[in-house]
């Protein structure tokens, strides 16, 4: 990315997290899935690795993309999709497998954080 697009992330970023900075790794994570490039972000609790996960869709080029998010705990499904249905100006969907019996699904539909 040029210096002027990322300028123009960093802003889009801004607005994706209701005026607030968003941190310089979370730049940079975008930047690389931008550039489908492989990357690795470890951050503690609460840093911010969901915007990173939800930054790209804060270009215009990325509307109607689809991220995948896996995780072994259903709590910490249930808070992404809380955090997410709050936070991020588009729709998220959920799938859960329980034991391995059958898989549930439930749509959330996009809503805004600065409204």
């Known amino acids: 990315m ?6 123009e992330l960093r ?3 801004r607005d994706q997290l209701c005026g607030r900075e968003p941190r310089h790794f979370q730049v940079e994570m975008v930047r690389c899935q931008q ?8 951050a503690a609790t609460g840093m911010g690795k969901t915007a ?8 215009p080029e990325n509307k109607g993309r689809v991220t995948l998010m896996i995780s072994p705990l ?6 992404m999709v809380r955090i997410c249905s709050v936070s991020y100006p588009y729709g998220l969907a959920r799938i859960t497998q329980k034991l ?13 954080c600065c409204q």
Do not use: S
């Open 35 to 42: 550039e489908r490039r492989d990357a690795l972000c470890q």
């Open 100 to 112: 391995g019996r059958h898989i549930q699904g439930r749509i959330w539909h996009p809503c805004r």
């Open 11 to 13: 802003q889009l970023l």
């Open 52 to 59: 990173v996960a939800a930054g790209p869709y804060a270009l």
């Open 74 to 79: 259903i709590g910490l499904q249930n808070e």
């Open 2 to 7: 040029t210096e002027e697009e990322l300028t």
